[in-house]
């Protein structure tokens, strides 16, 4: 079943919504790896961005801002196109939306390995074995030393101990948990690379997920 994903972020105009609360959460995790990454250049890649509310509120104000260089994923064009009027309001240059599949490596490989890998909003809307895939495949996806952040709900049956489980499986230390006590019992998930894998074989070539579950 196909949801309207332009609607669904309407639950964001209220302040008190476990969306709002899960995303002020999701921004104060980020701006910390940001403020925390080696000095440098900082790649941050979004995948199923929406409308950018994350990245699009931390950088503005930040200061290594400057430092920042940012991919937006989003397949929905309304999203995207909602994403890039508010980056070019806010005068980020350096923020790209792209309007792709972000299930494929294919779509955003050409700015890998990521510094900041943002799953938000996905675990929830794909299968068990989808977010197994996507967690392994992570390490692959980013430079050592790399921020993931992702979020989930916990509702029976709790599958977040397992998600923390392929973190730390796939080479991440858990940097954060944050069990949200909101009406959708959500969680957002902190997770730092050790060392990645050889990356000379490049990147997963089949979909890390399929996107658009029933499950919110």
């Known amino acids: 079943m196909s949801r309207d994903w332009v609607a669904w972020h309407q639950g964001y105009d209220d302040p008190a919504s476990a969306l709002s609360v899960r995303l002020e959460h999701v921004r104060s995790h980020l701006s910390e790896a940001i403020t925390s990454a080696p000095p440098g250049p900082i790649q941050i890649v979004s995948l199923c961005a929406g409308q950018g509310l994350d990245v699009l509120n931390v950088l503005p104000g930040h200061p290594r801002r400057e430092d920042v260089r940012a991919l937006l994923v989003e397949a929905d064009p ?89 973190f730390a499986a796939s080479g991440f230390d858990e940097v954060a948990f944050d069990a949200l006590d909101t009406d959708r019992l959500t969680a957002v998930g902190v997770h730092r690379l050790r060392s990645g894998p050889d990356r000379t074989g490049g990147y997963p070539s089949e979909p890390l997920f399929t996107f658009g579950s029933d499950r919110i």
Do not use: M
Request: proline share 4%; charged share 20%; aromatic share 6%.
């Open 78 to 166: 309304t999203n995207a196109e909602v994403a890039a009027e508010r980056a070019a309001a806010a005068g980020l240059t350096r923020v790209y939306v792209r309007q792709a599949d972000a299930s494929l490596v294919t779509s955003f490989a050409d700015v890998l390995p990521a510094d900041v890998l943002l799953l938000c909003g996905i675990f929830g809307n794909v299968s068990d074995s989808d977010i197994k895939r996507t967690a392994d495949a992570a390490a692959a996806l980013c430079a050592d030393g790399a921020t993931v952040i992702w979020t989930r709900h916990r509702r029976p049956p709790d599958l977040t101990p397992r998600i923390r489980g392929w």
